[in-house]
């Protein structure tokens, strides 16, 4: 009997103990994975590979783990809920014929080799039609290689979660010709490139947290319109190109090792209008530029403020004009890198000046225009612009002595960097683009009151000084 209540007290203490852990009595989970039935895999491309010229290939809603070539021209359309998952490798779609629509899609998870530069979309053939897809998680994203033109329209493009040196360009073309870049959202990419590309526009653009915003190499006859930059190391940079057109975009808090709003390296014929440099580095920074002299590089109507640097020059650049621009409270207006001078370059023409919140004259007769001269010849920006780690002196008591001096000891007052003969007494109101957009509208919320400060200012502030009067064509006093 004893034995018998000793295995019935084991039995009761197993039941027990199952009680107490639902696992312990649990058959062993399966080991096959199960798989999600809304993923297809080769379905696109068994469609593409069979569809004739001209046909429209609409994908419904689901992910598809695949990677696609198109050679026939047709319309790849998705419907909303439709992924292509590239698993992590290679790139995801090709179109190598021309005449091709790929459109809607969320494109996402290209592999990461460099080398073969791994892309989300590649156009290899004229007139692609890329437009309204969101590319994630995505090396390069969009690049066109002798796809002339192609339209790149309306795509939210983000990069991997790489060190930016590791990342691909979110938009690319090469030698593809008369292409449209208009209204895509690029983040946290390398760069927007364009390399040996002629008659490009590129409009309604936004580029966050990326390298360069837009760069280009050997690329002529180039608009750039109505672009947002902000947050990237180096907004938009243009190097050895011609006949280039920047107007109406907005260049914001631009704040990299470079950290240009703007820069130009040797480029020619180039017309700057209306844009807003804001809160970079350097508002504008110009190397070679213009490269020939034969044409003046144009900067009119464009609102520099709160910059490190409002201008920043090299010794040698010639040629360059500026007229109807607003410099607002730029920590230094101009900049030259080492010793030189800015004597071939125009900060007025005719009777048209600009606007500088740091002029100090009057105006007398009520023209609108100051009754001195502005020049610029302080003592320490002038040590700053030979020896940039002085900077860090900026505001400090040493600042305030080394002026000191320079005003009360004329032997070792430095030559006037520039002259505006006809300094604007008001800002100039510039053309906006489109409505200013989340990344820039404290951007633009501190220019207007830069604006306003600097009108009340010179209300308020305004006295004689002893600068030269500004003088007629004719040599008298104006």
């Not at 292409?179 to 309604?204: C, F, K, M, P």
């Not at 009754?371 to 320490?380: A, G, M, P, Q, R």
Request: glycine content about 10%; hydrophobic content about 40%; charged content about 25%.
């Amino acid at each position: 009997m004893r034995t018998l209540h000793a295995i019935l007290f084991t039995i009761l203490l197993a039941a027990h103990a199952a009680a107490q852990d639902p696992h312990a009595m649990a058959p062993p989970a399966p080991t096959t994975p199960r798989v999600a039935s809304n993923i297809n895999t080769g379905l696109i491309g068994i469609r593409v590979r069979t569809a004739r010229p001209g046909d429209v290939i609409r994908v419904p809603a689901g992910i598809y783990r695949e990677h696609i070539r198109i050679e026939t021209p047709l319309s790849l359309v998705a419907e909303p809920g439709a992924i292509i998952d590239g698993d992590g490798s290679g790139d995801i779609i090709e179109i190598a014929a021309p005449d091709v629509t790929v459109s809607g899609f969320v494109i996402r998870n290209t592999g990461i080799d460099l080398d073969k530069e791994n892309a989300g979309v590649r156009a290899i053939a004229p007139r692609a039609l890329i437009e309204n897809n969101t590319l994630e998680d995505i090396l390069f994203g969009i690049d066109l290689r002798d796809a002339h033109d192609s339209i790149v329209r309306g795509n939210r493009i983000g990069g991997k979660d790489l060190d930016i040196a590791r990342r691909g360009d979110g938009v690319r073309l090469w030698r593809s010709d008369r292409a449209l870049i208009e209204n895509n959202h690029i983040h946290d990419g390398r760069d927007a490139v364009l390399w040996y590309s002629q008659g490009i526009t590129v409009r309604g653009n936004t580029a966050i947290r990326c390298r360069y915003g837009f760069h280009l190499m050997y690329s002529d006859d180039v608009t750039l319109e109505d672009n947002e930059v902000a947050h990237n190391s180096v907004g938009i940079y243009i190097m050895y190109s011609r006949g280039i057109t920047i107007r109406q975009n907005r260049m914001i808090r631009n704040r990299g090792p470079s950290g240009y709003g703007l820069g130009l390296k040797e480029a020619d014929r180039f017309t700057i209008e209306n844009n807003l440099m804001v809160a970079n580095r350097a508002g504008v920074y110009l190397d070679g530029s213009p490269f020939s002299t034969q044409v003046p590089g144009v900067f009119t109507r464009n609102t520099i403020a709160f910059n490190d640097v409002g201008l920043t020059f090299l010794p040698a650049v010639r040629g360059n004009r500026f007229t109807l621009n607003n410099f607002i409270d730029n920590v230094e207006q101009v900049s030259i890198l080492g010793r030189g001078s800015l004597k071939g370059n125009e900060f007025w023409h005719e009777e048209t000046g600009n606007y500088w919140s740091d002029y100090l004259g009057y105006d007398q007769n009520q023209d609108g225009v100051g009754d001195f001269v502005h020049e610029s010849y302080t003592l320490f920006e002038s040590l700053v612009d030979r020896h940039p780690k002085l900077r860090i002196l900026l505001f400090s008591p040493v600042e305030q002595a080394i002026e000191f001096v320079g005003r009360a000891v004329p032997a070792v007052r430095p030559e006037p960097k520039f002259i505006d003969e006809v300094p604007l007494m008001r800002p100039i109101a510039i053309e906006s683009g489109r409505p200013a957009q989340q990344a820039d509208r404290v951007g633009m919320t501190l220019t207007a009151l830069a604006m306003v400060g600097g009108g009340l200012g010179l209300a308020l502030l305004s006295r004689p000084v002893e600068r030269r009067r500004r003088t007629s064509a004719t040599g008298g006093d104006a």
